[in-house]
Each structure stands twice: as C-alpha cells, then as structure tokens.
C-alpha cells in the first residue's frame, strides 16, 4: 500500500459502515506491521485518534482488527508518546475481559505491555487496575498472551506498589506454571519476574509455601534450561536470605547441589550469581552456620579461581560476608589469602576493593590470617593499593595493614616497604573513612622509633598536621607514640 492509499484508508477509519472499519483497520495493521517507517506514515495522517476510538467499537470484528492494528503500532516511539497523552491504557485493559476474542486479548496486552516500559504508563495501568486482568491471563491457553501479559507485569513490578498488589492477587502460582512452559521467552520473563517480587520476604514466603523452590531446583538440575540458570539462580538467591528457606534447601540436599553446580558450571553469570546467592545467605548468623556446615568454604576458594572480574569480585563479597562467621574466617586462611592478595595487583579497581574488603574481614582479630597474609606476600601489594581509585580498596587496604601491625616482625617488615609514606596520600583524602583509618594506620605504626621519626619529619608539612587533628582522638594517640 502506497502512502497515498494509506491516506484514504485512514479517512475509511471514518466510515459509518462497519463493513468499511473493518477492512480500513485490517490494511493498516498490514501495513503497519511492514515496518516503523508505515507507523511514522499513519501516525502523520492521523490514524492513531479514530484507531483508539474503535478499539471499543460495538462490532467484534472492527473491535479486533481496530486493537490489533493499535497493538502494532504502539512499538514505535512517537506512537506511544501520543497514545499516553489520549490516556489510552483504560480502553486496552477492558479489552482484557474474559468475553473479547483471544486475538483482543494478545494485542491489548502487547500494547500494555509496550507502554508500560515508560513510568506514566505503568502508574495509569496499576491506577486503573491493570493487574488483575493481567494476572488472570497468565492462565490464557494462548502463548502469545501468556508471554505479553508476563511481560508487563514484569515491567510493572520494578514498582515497590505493583510487587505488593501481584503478591495480594496472588500471582506465584500462575507464574510458577509458566516455568513449565514450552516457550523459552515465557519462562525466561516468568524468571525475571519472579527475581524482582521474591526480593520482599512476603513474597518469598508465599513462594516456599507454593513449592517455588521445586519448581527453581528443576529448572537448575536440567540442563536444557542453561539459558534459564542464571535468572533461576537469582531468584534462589534471594530466597537464601531467609533462614526457613535456608534449612529447608539443606534438608532437601538442595544446598549441596546448589554449591556443586556453581564449582562444576563453566558459564561466568552462573558462578556469580551462586556467589551472589551466598552472600545474601550469610548476612544472618544462622545461615553463615549451615553454610559453613556444607564446607561453601571450599566452594568459595575454588571459584575465586575463575578467569572473570565479575566473578571474582562476587567471591570475595562472599568471603567477607562469611568471615562473621569465625570457623569459616580460620577455614579461608590458608588456600584463600594467597589467591585474595593475587587480586589486589587487578587492573580492576573493583575487583582490588572486593578483594581488600574480604582481606579485611579476614585478617581481623585473627593474627594467623595476618601472618598469612604476609607469607603469601601482600605487604608490597597493600601498600600499593592504598593509592587505588576506590575509597573502599584504600580504606580496607589500610584496615588489614593495621590489622598485621599488632605483630612486631609484620609491623617492621611493612615499615621497612615506607608505609608512613605511603599513608600521606590516604590522609589528604576528601572521604572521611578513609581519613580515619588511615590514621589509625599511623598510630598503629608510631610505636616504632624509625616510624615516629618520618612521623616528625612529614610533620613538618602543615596539611600532614592538618589531616590529623581532624581525627583528634587519633592523633592524641599518635602523639603519646611520636613525642613520649
């Protein structure tokens, strides 16, 4: 169809016969459907104003063809920005009722679904009780409006009002019958958004009380579904921060498997999100107990292995979670260190930051962990750091230098590596954590005679004094070292 044509089709949109509406709208959605550039057209000739107005036509067919031509078209920019100034979104969800034909069904909720990537959509669809029809055809024995519907709701939920109005309209167990789904695509957005609601722990309940975590462990277990692990792995990782679930997964041998399938996976997002998972498990203390239980140490050391920044830098915030726990903190000491001091010489920064964090955590109040931490060579490494970009790789740098300096031969050992020179540039930083652990650094190292000697001559720089008195209670401290 030629512009031209497309022109006198659009004033058909006009017809009084129902005959002519029906045909008009069927030629526009073919020709819309040929390209964006046809949408940019009809847009121009004014198709969008009486498309919108038969979408609620009496007759079924001009109704049909009107919301499928609709459909097509709201996949163009321009379109969309038009159809939210109409505030088209309450005709599309009363196409959504159970009565209108099942082709309705999939273009209304593929034009919703369209929309609701912009936020003035999605608050005029959860406004005008979106939701629920969206819900309910979650359960439509049509694929395409399985997979347009699960895919608004997807985009709905990033809203913290939406995720709490799905959970009242009972929305897991649908969802969990779409992972059973032949089509990737709708088990794939059935995943993602069973990701984003399953961060609320009342949702989380509803979903171990519905099997989800059957449904989650198949899906892992199958390796068909590889493409589906990494979303599948999210979702149990949020699972994981509650204790129920936790026990319940050891019980049922989940928890084996989950850790045997991040060490024998080869697929980088996988083994990050298993890390992922472990860290959001082990900030509550009981859970840190039965991980520690399942040996997720080992796990652990051996993904730290893996050739992959992300991955990398996921393990190391497990290890630092971990380390509340203090058999665990003992159990990384030996084969962890080493490969943790490794990281600090990255080229990424935030690889470095994960990696001094764990070291950190590891090397407090646990002077065998500092020792080691000498032994695998990280003095040269840490003091390199504490020049690094991030605050955080600076200021944990500083904690585990401070941590090794409580045993005088890593206390002179590092001194003799210029740490007092080193620490100067820490503490002119313009981020306040940093600052004070850096001067505690100093403090940590002014009961030394060489030290408080390069104490005295930095001292000499006005801006060296300065960085100290601001931390006046440390710099009391240093001063009983350097001058008593």
Known sequence: MSCKKAATVVLMLNSPEEEVLAKACDAIYKFASKGDENKVTLLNLGAVEPLFKLISHEDPIVRKNATMAFGIMASNSDVKKLLRELDVTNSLIARLVPEEDVIIHEFASLCLARMAVEYTSKVQIFEQGGLEPLIRLLSSPDPDVKKNSVECIYRLVQDFQSRAAVRELNVIPPLLELLKSEYPVIQLLALKTLGVISNDKETRIILRENQGLEHLFKILETKEFNDLHVEALAVVANCLEDVDTMQLIQQTGGLKKLLSFAETSTIPDIQKNAAKAISK??????????????????????????????????????????????????????????????????????????????????TTANPGNASSVAEAEGIEPLINVLSAKRDGAVANAAIVLTNMATQEPLRLSIQSHGIMNAIGEPLQSTNSQVQSKAVLTVAAFGCDADARTEVRLRSNSCLFCEMLVIHYISFFKILMFVFF
């Open 281 to 362: 498990a082990a900030y509550d203390s009981e859970n840190r107990k039965i991980l520690h239980e399942q040996e997720v140490e080992k796990c652990l050391i051996n993904l730290l292995g893996t050739d992959n920044d992300g991955v990398k830098t996921a393990v190391s915030q497990a290890i630092s979670a971990m380390c509340e726990n203090l058999a665990s903190k003992d159990a990384f000491g030996i084969q962890g260190i080493p490969q943790l001091v490794q990281l600090l010489s990255s080229d990424n920064e935030e690889v470095k930051e994960a990696a001094a964090m764990a070291l950190a955590n590891l």
